[in-house]
């Protein structure tokens, strides 16, 4: 269902109107080009080596005034009176930032040596997500925590472009590397040649989306959906240049079947299938439960460990699981999705730091928002309008905007990218 609200602002009377009555004013946003130039400040002093990775951006320094883009370098934010060296340097140039463009902040880890360093550099996020609800027009701030800047390259260049549209109030630490961070593709426009990439769920909604942004970097993809769904997977894949595989996920031999079906192994693992089955806890019948916890978490956490079991994941592997808004604030009639979903969560950050790392495999979660489906198309008009306009950008977003995400989790040079949940929400004022 297309948002009409949307359509209706982005015209001179719609403009005209919805500001006289106070309503939200959101803009369409970018998802083509940045346009504009970057501009490079920096609070305190810093040690960062970061000129030569802005560079690499493909974003020439900013020249009239408005820049598409500002990269705040706060890592030598030590003490409050270093503090304030972010107000000095953002206040005057904010207002001034492109539509639909981007502040992002670069912070430093907490010094647990340090407590006033630690306050400081956490002040940052409490900055960095009051910002990105008062900025407007379509522009996102984001906080990056880094010790080394060619680690977190490919975070850059992703917070930098289109494709981040829909990420913003998020918080993002990069380092220490799983295996080879640094790892430069052979082609910098097909990162994923010679790959291979599963995405469960995929015969339609975000997983599609997801298989074609990874395809659209050069991976061969396997589409998994169940049987059901099998003459949409295959159309899929016979578009993208890959292969369906009709499965349904909670089998018990999910995993070895999966493995069977990529001989040469998985270099991108992506678990997207999910499903709702709503009910308040006291009308919620046991099978409702189970059937959403079995899609959601024990399928992901049974193929999982079968893949690791057999050897399936490929050295410098991506896996990616589907989190969501709703695990990590609560809602109501969702206790058994809630559960599902938060613990993705908790299995990226277990699984992250200690079983793969050895081998460059990171494990990584989106968490989306509300975004523009067939499943959110059938939520009741006044909430689908609250789920909409509830969030910093006042809109739905995309299924595009989780799959670049998730592109963004699968680059080979996003290594040091490790055991994160990032939102895709617009900045929901859910659990935000
Ligand atoms: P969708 O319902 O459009 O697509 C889900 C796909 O998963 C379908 O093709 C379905 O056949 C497949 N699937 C379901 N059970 C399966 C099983 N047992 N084995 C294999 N495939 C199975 O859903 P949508 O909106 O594309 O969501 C994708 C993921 O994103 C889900 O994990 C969902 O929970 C999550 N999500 C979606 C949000 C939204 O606003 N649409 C918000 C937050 C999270």
């Known amino acids: 269902m297309a948002d009409r609200y949307l359509s209706f602002t982005g015209t001179a009377p719609g403009r005209f109107l919805t500001r006289r009555l106070g309503l939200p004013q959101p803009a369409q946003l970018r998802r083509e080009a940045l346009t504009g130039g970057l501009l490079h400040l920096a609070a305190g002093k810093t040690e960062l080596d970061l000129a030569s990775v802005l560079d690499r951006t493909g974003l020439?320094?900013?020249?009239?005034?408005?820049?598409?883009?500002?990269?705040?370098?706060?890592?030598?934010?030590?003490?409050?009176?270093?503090?304030?060296?972010?107000?000095?340097?953002?206040?005057?140039v904010v207002r001034s930032v492109a539509t639909s463009g981007r502040v992002v902040v670069l912070g430093a880890p907490l010094d647990p040596a340090d407590h006033h360093q630690a306050a400081v550099q956490q002040a940052l996020e409490g900055f960095t997500r009051s910002l990105g609800k008062e900025i407007g027009r379509g522009r996102t701030v984001n906080l990056v925590r880094l010790t080394d800047a060619s680690a977190a390259e490919s975070t850059l260049r992703f917070l930098l472009s289109p494709a981040s549209a829909y990420v913003s109030g998020q918080v993002i630490e990069v380092g220490p590397a799983a295996g080879s961070p640094t790892a430069v593709p052979d082609d910098a426009e097909l990162p994923l040649a010679g790959r291979t990439a599963l995405v469960t769920g995929a015969a339609r909604g975000i997983g599609a989306a997801v298989a074609g942004s990874l395809a659209g970097r050069g991976a061969r993809v396997v589409v998994l959906d169940v049987p059901q769904a099998g003459q949409e997977a295959r159309r899929l894949a016979e578009r993208l240049g890959g292969t369906a595989l009709a499965l349904d996920?909670?089998?018990?031999?999910?995993?070895?079947?999966?493995?069977?079906?990529?001989?040469?192994?998985?270099?991108?693992?992506?678990?997207?299938?999910?499903?709702?089955?709503?009910?308040?806890?006291?009308?919620?019948?046991?099978?409702?439960?189970?059937?959403?916890?079995?899609?959601?978490?024990?399928?992901?956490?049974?193929?999982?460990?079968?893949?690791?079991?057999?050897?399936?994941?490929?050295?410098?592997?991506?896996?990616?699981?589907?989190?969501?808004?709703?695990?990590?604030?609560?809602?109501?009639?969702?206790?058994?999705?809630?559960?599902?979903?938060?613990?993705?969560?908790?299995?990226?950050?277990?699984?992250?730091?200690?079983a793969l790392a050895g081998h460059g495999v990171t494990v990584n979660a989106v968490a989306?928002?509300?975004?523009?489906?067939?499943?959110?198309?059938?939520?009741?008009?006044?909430?689908?309008?609250?789920?909409?306009?509830?969030?910093?950008?006042?809109?739905?977003?995309?299924?595009?905007?989780?799959?670049?995400?998730?592109?963004?989790?699968?680059?080979?040079?996003?290594?040091?990218?490790?055991?994160?949940?990032?939102?895709?929400?617009?900045?929901?004022l859910l659990g935000a």
């Not at 969501?324 to 950050?349: E, P």
């Not at 995309?398 to 617009?426: F, I, K, M, Y």
């Open 60 to 92: 020439a320094p900013d020249t009239d005034g408005h820049p598409a883009a500002v990269v705040l370098d706060a890592t030598g934010v030590r003490d409050v009176d270093t503090l304030a060296g972010v107000h000095a340097a953002l206040h005057p």
């Open 249 to 354: 996920i909670t089998a018990a031999d999910a995993g070895e079947r999966i493995a069977a079906a990529v001989p040469g192994g998985l270099d991108v693992l992506v678990h997207n299938a999910g499903i709702t089955r709503d009910r308040r806890l006291a009308n919620m019948p046991a099978e409702r439960w189970s059937s959403v916890l079995d899609v959601n978490l024990a399928s992901v956490l049974r193929t999982t460990d079968a893949l690791l079991a057999a050897g399936a994941v490929n050295r410098g592997g991506r896996i990616v699981a589907t989190a969501s808004i709703a695990g990590l604030a609560g809602n109501a009639g969702q206790t058994n999705y809630g559960a599902s979903k938060a613990g993705i969560a908790g299995l990226v950050r277990s699984l992250a730091p200690h």
């Open 368 to 428: 989306p928002g509300f975004i523009e489906t067939k499943m959110t198309a059938a939520v009741p008009l006044f909430i689908r309008e609250a789920g909409r306009r509830m969030n910093s950008l006042g809109q739905g977003g995309l299924p595009v905007d989780v799959a670049e995400t998730t592109a963004w989790l699968a680059h080979p040079a996003s290594g040091a990218v490790n055991g994160q949940v990032v939102r895709v929400c617009g900045q929901s």
